[in-house]
């Protein structure tokens, strides 16, 4: 168990559609990540935030946003959902002045 | 320069023998280099993880070996076992910022009994 919890585990919606998935940290965890992994390929990094603030951005259109709230949870929305979003998104949470990221078991979306 | 590149993307190992996964990465910035293990339907988990000031790190029966002039790491399990069969990917970061990881395609382990 890593502490991090994603949910839904499982979300169909479509195309044009807009999403939010969630993810809880454990207290402390300041720093959350949020990855999207197609099938078959690695986890790309989407943005990071840390203390409720964006501080790092993949190579993802805007119509991708995020939040983080003071009760160490996170938000993913995607906005005019595209087949192409059809993919794990994950998020990992890391508390200050640790390395290792742990990772949540992610959210399979699948856009029709 | 961003990339990190994996290899091979798929690897059959019989029970007891070394499975070896190699990536490659171009950003000399980069100073943090974890191996992460999944398995179907759960998110990755952190096998091991290694910085450019050593060149071998152990834990268990995976080790990690790590050549800064060559820009290149590799992923060894010994003794492979059933249960080592899953995903397993490479990755790389600046230590300062571990959240922003540039992860390899990943490598497909199948360990026959």
């Known amino acids: 168990e890593t502490g991090v919890t994603q949910s839904p585990t499982h979300l169909i919606k479509t195309r044009g559609q807009q999403v939010t998935l969630r993810c809880s940290s454990q207290?402390?965890?300041?720093?959350v990540s949020w990855y999207q992994q197609a099938l078959g390929q690695g986890p790309q990094f989407i943005f990071q935030?840390?203390?409720?603030?964006?501080?790092g951005r993949g190579n993802f259109p805007p119509r991708f946003s995020g939040l983080q709230f003071p009760n160490y949870s996170s938000e993913l929305n995607v906005n005019a959902l595209e087949l192409d979003d059809s993919a794990l998104y994950l998020c990992?949470?890391?508390?200050?002045?640790?390395?290792?990221?742990?990772f949540g078991q992610g959210t399979r979306l699948t856009v029709v | 320069q961003q990339q990190v590149k994996q290899s091979p993307q798929s690897l059959i190992v019989q029970k007891g023998g070394i499975s070896i996964i190699n990536c490659a990465y171009e950003?000399?910035?980069?100073?943090?280099f974890p191996w992460y293990q999944q398995f179907p339907g759960k998110g990755p988990a952190l096998l091991i993880a290694?910085?450019?000031?050593?060149s071998e790190k152990k834990e268990g029966r995976f080790t990690i070996s790590f050549n800064k002039s060559a820009k290149q790491f590799s992923l060894h399990i010994m003794d492979s076992q059933p249960g080592d069969s899953a995903t397993y990917f490479c990755a790389a970061s600046r230590s300062s910022n571990t959240g922003k990881l540039i992860f390899g395609q990943g490598t497909t382990l199948q360990v026959k009994p």
């Open positions: 290694i910085r450019p000031d050593v």
């Open positions: 207290s402390g965890h300041n720093t």
């Open positions: 935030y840390y203390r409720e603030e964006e501080n």
């Open positions: 990992a949470s890391r508390p200050t002045g640790f390395t290792e990221a742990f």
């Open positions: 950003n000399t910035a980069f100073d943090y």
